[in-house]
């Protein structure tokens, strides 16, 4: 059973570089078949997606967010993760990662539960 | 940048009744249309893919619809485990993806 993991800081201060990590188990990161990305929530507001990479590296970020993002993988450890630079009290949320099958006509179809993230002094 | 609005905003259903929430696209997105079910303090969950497909696990009585800027997410009698926030996503021009703002399905 695919099982998707976030961690990091639940609290990062302004002006600071979130960083989170998506650790996948049951399933490898590596495998040709799938992208994996990013999406957060807001507390009580809807979905936005950061940005998606593929195995072997190659990224795209939502353009709202661009010059602050960067997405790497690292499959040595079956992982993949996220930065999110010069962060504000706006980029407060629930960052959740996910896999999308690389295959027409399909999209995020496991997900993390879920971590909070508060940016605050 | 296609933007994706649903309507409404909250829908208030009595278990066992039929419920309706539509989604509308900016732009044609084909049926590159997905609807995902959120609880309280949990993850999105896939429902539909390719406007009309149910995912793996997902009972009967969801069904979508729809193509190009219109699509319907049906729930033909509403269980207690489906009152939920629901939203649309599209993923016509991927990697680029983008989700509607929600509709809240609450017990009337």
């Known amino acids: 059973q695919l099982q998707l993991q976030e961690s990091g800081p639940g609290l990062v201060k302004p002006s600071e570089t979130l960083s989170l990590t998506c650790t996948v188990s049951?399933?490898?990161?590596?495998?040709?078949?799938?992208?994996w990305g990013w999406i957060r929530q807001p507390p009580g507001k809807g979905l936005e997606w950061i940005g998606s990479?593929?195995?072997?590296?190659?990224?795209y970020y939502n353009p709202s967010l661009k010059s602050r993002v960067t997405i790497s993988v690292d499959t040595s450890k079956n992982q993949f993760s996220l930065k999110l630079s010069s962060v504000t009290a706006a980029d407060t949320a629930v960052y959740y990662c996910?896999?999308?099958?690389?295959?027409?006509?399909?999209?995020?179809?496991?997900w993390g539960q879920g971590t909070l993230v508060t940016v605050s002094s | 940048e296609i933007v994706m609005t649903q309507s409404p905003a909250t829908l208030s259903v009595s278990p066992g009744e039929r419920a309706t929430l539509s989604c509308r696209a900016s732009?044609?997105?084909?049926?590159?249309l997905a609807w995902y079910q959120q609880k309280p303090g949990q993850a999105p969950r896939l429902l539909i893919y390719?406007?009309?497909t149910r995912a793996t696990g997902i009972p009967a009585r969801f069904s979508g619809s729809g193509s190009g800027t219109e699509f319907t997410l049906t729930i033909s009698s509403l269980q207690s485990e489906d009152f939920a926030v629901y939203y649309c996503?599209?993923?016509?021009?991927?990697?680029?993806?983008?989700f509607g703002q929600g509709t809240k399905v609450e017990i009337k």
């Open positions: 049951g399933g490898s990161i590596s495998s040709s078949s799938y992208y």
């Open positions: 996503q599209q993923y016509n021009n991927w990697p680029l993806v983008a």
């Open positions: 390719g406007a009309s």
């Open positions: 990479i593929y195995y072997s590296g190659s990224t």
């Open positions: 996910a896999r999308r099958p690389a295959r027409v006509g399909a999209t995020f179809d496991y």
């Open positions: 732009q044609s997105v084909s049926s590159n």
